[in-house]
């Protein structure tokens, strides 16, 4: 072989191994050193609206256990947004390209979101998870036509609660779970009475109860279940619907009754959501002590055994589906569902754990039995019953405006006793709306 040739081989082989050598220690250099930043969206106050004290505290003490466990990520988030501006400081992220890796999602996203391909399809990680300790409406808040695209993080659900001595003086039974609307509705009836004799109702049946509750009551909705989700209101099922909740409405007369007057001890239900039970006395407009009636809570009266009758809010934890460390931000949003992190925030959050183990467990029996409204006012075992039969409420932000909307309209209309001639104008103009 000519020795120019020779040397030439010789050249570019040591050069080639010289080149090897450089990546492989280029390799080593940034396995070593290099920082993996996964980055988490989230809002600091409250999902359910309500005073919180909670902030991102036991986020924070996740990160820090599993940066502890993985020393070269770095979790960050960015620090003071608040629930409000949650929506558009996404919706900017996702538009410059920039998602973050696990985020919270905002109120009425969650469709949208899975449309656009933004989240990440959890399906094949699902395996991965116990499911079975999960709330079953839970998890469905997470999955859009049958996929799995985010995490439950913590429950809302509503409820009925009670002023007991009302009903202990008028010898009524407190009701029991599978209670039905026509029961709910002779209850009111019977405690809705002028009890000093000058003529005028002092004492009333409910406050809160909203044409919303009465639809949810009957198992329906104001949207159509075909593919395009049109409004449809002007059937026999809504009629009857808003017909009981208007005559339940009545009974109260020309008085208009709020929650100051179940806080005086005049009114013996009000609906109110667990996180709204929660945190109920620490609101500045709420002055008086909530110690002159012993309350209990009970699931929402129904029209039938065949209703789920307690309506669920679910929020939620996703994955961008643009994340490079995928495997990384499942294993820190699953993190969040541990057993010990969802019983520290049921403690110091207004929700309830999307996991019936903690929702039964010792700790939150002893803490839900602490509260000042008596010490079985709301039991673990009646707000399990309640997780257990409950069903998601609709997610997206178009049904919100046409729900407002709906609200204005059929409110308008029942105030003038047009009802019934009025759906079908009103319903029109709420598919107009929608399209």
Request: hydrophobic fraction near 35%; aromatic fraction near 10%.
């Amino acid at each position: 072989m000519d020795i120019s040739k020779l040397k030439n081989l010789n050249w570019r082989f040591w050069s080639g191994l010289l080149l090897v050598l450089m990546a492989l220690s280029n390799l080593v250099y940034w396995s070593q050193f290099h920082i993996i930043r996964l980055e988490i969206g989230l809002y600091t106050d409250s999902s359910w609206d309500v005073p919180t004290d909670e902030g991102t505290k036991m986020i924070d003490q996740a990160i820090r256990e599993f940066e502890k466990k993985h020393p070269k990520v770095d979790v960050v988030y960015e620090s003071g947004i608040d629930k409000a501006g949650y929506s558009s400081w996404l919706s900017d992220k996702i538009i410059l390209g920039e998602t973050p890796d696990v985020f919270m999602l905002p109120d009425g996203s969650f469709n949208s979101l899975a449309q656009d391909k933004v989240l990440l399809n959890l399906n094949p990680y699902m395996n991965r998870l116990d499911t079975n300790d999960f709330y079953p409406a839970s998890l469905k808040a997470g999955q859009y036509q049958g996929t799995s695209y985010s995490l439950p993080y913590e429950n809302n659900v509503m409820m009925l609660c009670i002023n007991k001595d009302l009903l202990e003086a008028a010898d009524i039974e407190i009701p029991s779970s599978g209670w039905s609307l026509d029961e709910f509705y002779q209850l009111c009836k019977k405690l809705s009475r002028d009890t000093d004799g000058d003529g005028q109702l002092d004492q009333f049946g409910v406050t809160d109860y909203s044409w919303q509750d009465a639809i949810s009551a009957h198992g329906l909705s104001i949207f159509s279940n075909e593919p395009s989700g049109s409004v449809s209101i002007n059937n026999e099922g809504i009629k009857s619907a808003l017909d009981f909740y208007t005559k339940l409405d009545k009974l109260s007369g020309a008085t208009k009754v709020s929650s100051d007057d179940f806080d005086k001890g005049k009114v013996a239900f009000m609906p109110m959501t667990l996180a709204e039970y929660r945190t109920y006395k620490p609101y500045p407009y709420h002055i008086s002590k909530y110690s002159s009636f012993e309350w209990t809570c009970v699931q929402m009266p129904v029209k039938s055994k065949k209703v789920v009758p307690n309506q669920l809010q679910t929020s939620l934890f996703g994955i961008s589906s643009k994340s490079q460390y995928k495997d990384l931000a499942w294993e820190f949003m699953t993190l969040l569902t541990k057993d010990d992190y969802q019983t520290k925030l049921m403690i110091e959050s207004s929700g309830a754990s999307v996991k019936k183990s903690v929702v039964q467990n010792d700790t939150i029996a002893k803490q839900f039995s602490r509260d000042n409204f008596g010490s079985s006012a709301l039991t673990t075992d009646t707000l399990d019953g309640m997780l257990s039969r409950s069903r998601v409420q609709p997610s997206n932000s178009q049904s919100q405006e046409i729900m407002d909307k709906a609200d204005y309209l059929i409110t308008q209309s029942i105030t003038k006793g047009t009802l019934d001639g009025d759906l079908q104008d009103i319903q029109e103009k709420l598919n107009n709306q929608k399209n």
